[in-house]
């Protein structure tokens, strides 16, 4: 009975902004992990200079943000997994693309991923005024913003 009540005392001193904030971290590292495997992939497989070339410095951002969020995530005891089952669909989707039709699949999804990134960014600003957050939000939507730009500009070459 002793251990129930203290669950129970654990489970209402969670806050819904801690919830958030979690969220934030698991879904952060889960969209960069997977844009860092596209991007890897699009340095391999892409025909365009041009989409080699964003592909790794996109690898580079997201692999210094995922490094920060992960520093972060287990400084606060949040264990950050692998649970979004679609982001490995995309994945594979690409990989299956034949080499002509690769750059215009991995710009469409990079482009796709790098605006859900900035979607989950913005609205953490709002709901938070966790300092370390923040701090990580103003040092990378900026680039996300950049990437997104070169990446349309790329994408409306294709078409």
């Not at 080499?99 to 989950?120: C, G, P, R």
């Not at 923040?134 to 500009?153: A, H, I, M, N």
């Amino acid at each position: 009975m002793e251990t129930n009540l203290k669950n129970e005392t654990f489970t209402s001193t969670r806050t819904d902004k801690e919830q958030v904030e979690t969220y934030f971290f698991i879904a952060t590292a889960n969209l960069s992990k997977s844009i860092i495997e596209k991007s890897q992939i699009a340095q391999k497989k892409a025909s365009e200079s041009k989409v080699k070339e964003v592909s790794k410095k996109i690898e580079e951002q997201q692999t210094h943000l995922l490094e920060e969020v992960t520093k972060i995530a287990n400084h606060r005891l949040i264990i950050v997994t692998d649970i979004n089952a679609t982001n490995n669909e995309n994945l594979y989707a690409i990989t299956d693309t034949n080499s002509v039709n690769f750059d215009k699949a991995y710009t469409n999804s990079i482009a796709e991923s790098l605006a859900d990134q900035i979607k989950i960014f913005e609205s953490i600003s709002k709901e938070t005024n966790d300092e370390m957050i923040l701090k990580l939000v103003l040092q990378y939507l900026p680039g996300d913003y950049q990437f997104l730009r070169e990446t349309e500009t790329i994408r409306e070459n294709f078409n």
